[in-house]
């Protein structure tokens, strides 16, 4: 059987649809920033095999790279967010965030 | 063409035009790295971190006006990564002019002190990049990156006061929207460039034709087009759901007003103004790129489907920016709602605009024109009345330490610099005739009229835009009940305000709202410009 | 491929019932006669220590969220050494002129037989070496940056370990201790 194509594609959707699920069910704030990370795989994925597989080029690759790099940046203001909330709430449920409401 | 001749075009074009081009931006990034400098040689005990700031932030505001004055044709910098045009130079400039004056007036309400300074300055600056490149952005891959370095920086800004379990809550809850929609963002972004196979902005509406051209089919061919083309649509409402994150738009809007509860007011105010603009700007390139050059058959339904769904779009939001604003008891929470409800407004104008560019009305292109133009003054004023709303609420914060609506109970009578600003701040904001936000709302409102006459759902829109400005000035007129109208309470102490310097500073910068509205020579020369920036735009368009 | 789809489906179902099924009559033929020994948590026949839910200590985040950024940093190198590399190589004058055409087909990905480049799209040593000098200024400016950042990171002390111990020692200790010991303010380790 030839990989092509649309077998990348279907990871990068299946990554996707993890990652939604992921971030629509976790309570947990941590839960809820792997979800993300999910969904910027998928649509890493997505990037490289476009850019073997179609006129896209080098251009998808390039963007993969910054991709990564913006989710590990994203990923650590994240934490510490995450961090920070734990010390004044004890807690990393989100639904315990709910003083800020109205 | 060889390679040696690609390279010497490549670095003549680099350093000869591109990075000449780019320099407002340069000095900011020059100065977030002095910023860390200065704190490294602990230089920052004589010499404040937020003097570097505005030092830097000044400089590029001089670049920025400087490449404004020469105007010139538009140019695409870094191989096509970025658009050099007067509707980027004029964004450009707005958001430099705010930033100086969000950094005054943190200098003045002193939020950052001195040792969190450096942090502060060079996320706000760091942010402020971001939205640069949002406002130029010609590529698929820097409007990721414009809309992700503008919103990481934001996350911390709201969560900067520690130890705050409000600030704290706002800042995850607001980190965790944005996060999961940028991901979605992202994952419409990688496929629509797959699709189209391109990730330049300028070629998207070409390529879109390629994908449906009659010369392509065959008939398979056709039914595969066809699941390309839905691909790409569902990619451009994954792309729009990351753009309407940002403007705060009903139904991605759930972050913003706990952000801004949760954050001090002056960050609340630079996210209200600066990251609503770069984002309007942003939406105004993209809508374009989709719809394309040429009116064929294809863009024909583009433009009025994206059109009348952002009018749809746009009046749902106002409506319910309003309607939420009614019952809040905390003054930020209820600016946020407000800066909702303002979002709905001037998305009414890109509506207007998306409904108008392409139809068969008389001088179609220049009604266009000047439906960006009311978007364009409406920020402009927008700018203005709103930070000085939130500067005031930052002053009176520091003073009575509360930002609960009825503990302004009587302020306005002991605070009066303060208390007029509010009054032409909110009025402004209502849209009331002496002030510049009435004029600012009748340009929209007057596109709206024009695109009736192309679509009649779009005098609906109007409508129900006419009616929320009614319903709007019941809210407003609640902060000013308890400023003016209610007692200030027995035995709370009596507040005092200095007119040096949060007296001037809210002076300066409510006078424009002012001028905008009684003197016809400001209006007309924002106007002016307003004008011809839209017009460069849409003709090159 | 229908015929290799089918026998992956064959094999996954048939792998999952090998699973379920001795688990399933397990379950139906076990006598089920609890005691407290018997659910107990079994830890190497020791008796268990606290809960499993440990919680690391903070500063293993602080210094893991350092990591992250300037590891990944990295990832913009590669592209770069690619380049940079192919470059060097190219900027050599006494190159063969065979071993030109191969680094040159290298180097811009052509799919073209390489001895079939010609005298004009083969990569001068001039051009190479002017391409290489513009590579390392672009990373010098960039690693530049991330210096100052690191330096930034150090100065502060979020990456001293004995620091963070002392500040948490100090902060567990907040609330008996009169304000009066409470030394200067230093900036919380978990940074914003």
Known sequence: MDIGLNHYLVVGAVLFVCGIICMATKRNAIGILMGVELVLNGANINFVAFSRYTALGLDGQIVSLFVIVLAAAEAAVALAIALNFYNNHLTIDVDRGDELAG | ?541 | MTDLVGHFLLFGVIAVGFLMVPLLIGRFLRPKLPTPEKDAIYECGEPTIGSSYVQFDLRFYVVALLFIIFDVEVAFFFPWAMVFGGATQLADPTLTEPARQELTAKLLNVSTEPSLLTLEQQISSTTASSLAMVGLCDILVFFGVLLVGFAYVWKRGDLDWVRAVAEKARKSAVFPRPPTTEQEPVADTITT
């Not at chain 2, 706000?124 to 490149?133: E, N």
């Not at chain 2, 603009?277 to 040429?294: E, I, M, P, Q, T």
């Open chain 2, 1 to 541: 063409m060889n390679f040696d001749a690609i390279l010497e075009k490549l670095i003549n074009d680099t350093v000869g035009q591109s990075l000449g081009h780019f320099s407002s931006e340069l000095a900011l990034c020059v100065t977030i790295v002095g910023l860390l400098l200065v704190r490294l040689v602990s230089l920052d005990r004589w010499l404040p971190t937020y003097w570097v700031a505005l030092l830097g932030a000044i400089a590029a505001f001089g670049l920025a006006a400087c490449q404004m004055k020469q105007g010139g044709a538009t140019q695409f910098l870094f191989t096509g990564l970025l658009v050099y045009d007067q509707f980027g130079i004029f964004f450009r400039l707005f958001l430099l002019l705010f930033l100086v004056l969000v950094i005054a007036l943190t200098v003045i309400s002193g939020i950052p002190d001195n040792e969190d300074g450096p942090d502060f300055y060079t996320l706000l600056l760091g942010a402020t990049i971001g939205m640069m490149l949002m406002v130029s952005a010609n590529n698929l891959l820097i409007l990721f990156l414009g809309i992700e370095m503008t919103s990481v920086p934001s996350y911390v800004m709201v969560g900067f006061l520690k130890g705050r379990k409000l600030s704290s809550e706002a800042a995850l809850k607001y980190v965790i929207y944005g996060a999961g929609i940028a991901g979605v963002m992202l994952y419409g972004i990688s496929l629509m460039a797959g699709m189209l196979g391109t990730t330049d902005m300028s070629l998207i509406a070409e390529r879109m034709h390629l994908l449906l051209s009659p010369e392509a089919d065959g008939a398979d061919l056709s039914v595969r087009s066809n699941a390309m083309l839905r691909t790409v649509v569902l990619a451009s409402l994954l792309i729009s759901a990351g753009v309407a994150f940002k403007l705060s738009l009903v139904p991605f809007h759930f972050w913003c007003p706990d952000a801004f509860e949760g954050a001090p007011a002056e960050v609340a105010g630079f996210l209200s103004v600066a990251s609503k603009a770069a984002a309007f700007a942003l939406l105004v390139r993209f809508c374009l790129a989709l719809v394309g050059k040429d009116s064929g058959a294809l863009s024909e339904h583009v433009y009025l489907y994206l059109g009348v769904g952002l009018g749809v779009v746009a009046a749902i939001t106002a409506t319910f920016g309003n309607l939420a604003a009614y019952s809040q008891t905390n003054i930020k929470r209820l600016l946020a709602y407000s800066t909702i409800a303002h979002a709905g407004y001037m998305l009414m104008a890109v509506a207007a605009m998306m409904v108008l560019v392409n139809s068969d009305v008389a001088d179609a292109k220049l009604k266009a024109a000047g439906a960006l133009e009311g978007l364009i003054y409406y920020l402009t004023v927008y700018l203005f009345m709103n930070l000085g709303a939130f500067a005031i609420v930052a002053f009176i914060r520091n003073q009575i330490l509360s930002e609960e609506i009825k503990d302004y109970a009587g302020l306005g009578w002991q605070a009066p610099c303060l208390g007029i600003g509010m009054v032409f701040c909110l009025f402004s904001l209502v849209g009331m005739p002496p002030f510049g936000g009435f004029f600012a709302k009748l340009m929209i409102f007057k596109s709206l009229v024009d695109a009736g006459y192309a679509n009649p759902f779009m005098w609906v829109v109007l409508a129900i835009g006419g009616l929320n400005t009614v319903f709007s000035l019941i809210y407003y007129l609640r902060v000013l009940n308890a400023m003016y109208i209610v007692p200030r309470p027995e035995g709370s102490p009596r507040v005092k305000f200095d007119f040096l310097p949060a007296g001037a500073y809210v002076v300066m910068v409510t006078l424009p709202v002012l001028l905008t509205g009684f003197f016809p020579y400001f209006p007309d020369r924002l106007s002016d410009t307003a004008s011809r920036v839209a017009n460069m735009l849409i003709s090159n368009f």
